[in-house]
């Protein structure tokens, strides 16, 4: 069975400064990675996904993530953090059908 | 814009009376799935269609029941509502079936069971 683990239910960042947001996941093999956010009141959006090739993804938004496959992680980066990037995230791991995380919430301070 | 429609956005039923949530996109997509999403918890997949062939996920109840007449429109009916299926349920498509294609969600529908 697969799964996703998101061990932080909240981060806290202060604008300009960089952001992770952690994601490990339990799975045989090389499985499909993705983030998704979610804003209040909207459903998910796809932010990136890893399929194979550069383990440093980027996506939209000017967020990135960086597989790795000895520690089965694909923490979702951002630089320089905005106010605006608060939001709830997915990760989010599969082959055929997904299985996502529990999400951790973004929360940047002016 | 093209889009994932779910209606209404909060619905609330009684216990044991029968309920219809409903989804509708505009994307084209040939595949349609349901999730369930409890407070503070992950989204779980309930079935999704790809075309008109059906998917139910081995752990997803018999009281969940769902039917896509066309391409454009899903329905989840839970022919009898507990209070444990007060949740968040969302819709989403995607182009292929396969966890390869990135999916599109609706903004979901919040079911309250009185």
């Known amino acids: 069975a697969q799964s996703v683990a998101q061990p932080e239910d909240q981060v806290n960042v202060a604008e300009g400064n960089p952001l992770t947001v952690k994601c490990t996941y339990s799975?045989?093999?090389?499985?499909?990675l993705f983030w998704y956010v979610q804003y209040p009141n909207r459903g998910l959006q796809f932010l990136l996904k890893?399929?194979?090739?550069?383990?440093l993804v980027k996506g939209s938004y000017g967020f990135e993530a960086e597989f790795n496959k000895s520690q089965t992680s694909f923490h979702l980066k951002k630089p320089s953090a905005l106010v605006s990037d608060s939001a709830l995230y997915f990760c989010?791991?599969?082959?055929?059908?997904?299985?996502f995380g529990k999400g951790t919430m973004l929360l940047v301070s002016p | 814009d093209a889009m994932v429609i779910q209606n209404p956005r909060y619905q609330v039923t009684q216990f044991g009376k029968p309920v219809t949530l409903s989804c509708s996109q505009t994307?084209?997509?040939?595949?349609m799935y349901w999730y369930q999403q409890k407070s503070s918890q992950a989204p779980k997949l309930l079935f999704h269609y790809y075309d008109k062939d059906f998917n139910n996920e081995a752990d997803t109840p018999d009281n969940f029941q769902s039917r896509r007449p066309n391409t454009s429109f899903c329905f989840l009916d839970i022919r009898s509502p507990g209070l444990g299926d007060a949740a968040m349920y969302l819709c989403?498509?995607?182009?292929?079936?396969?966890?390869?294609?990135?999916?599109?969600f609706g903004p979901g529908t919040r079911l309250t069971v009185t």
């Open positions: 989403a498509t995607s182009t292929r079936q396969g966890a390869l294609s990135e999916q599109y």
């Open positions: 994307l084209n997509h040939n595949v």
């Open positions: 799975v045989s093999g090389n499985p499909y």
């Open positions: 890893y399929i194979t090739g550069d383990n």
């Open positions: 989010a791991v599969g082959y055929s059908t997904l299985t």
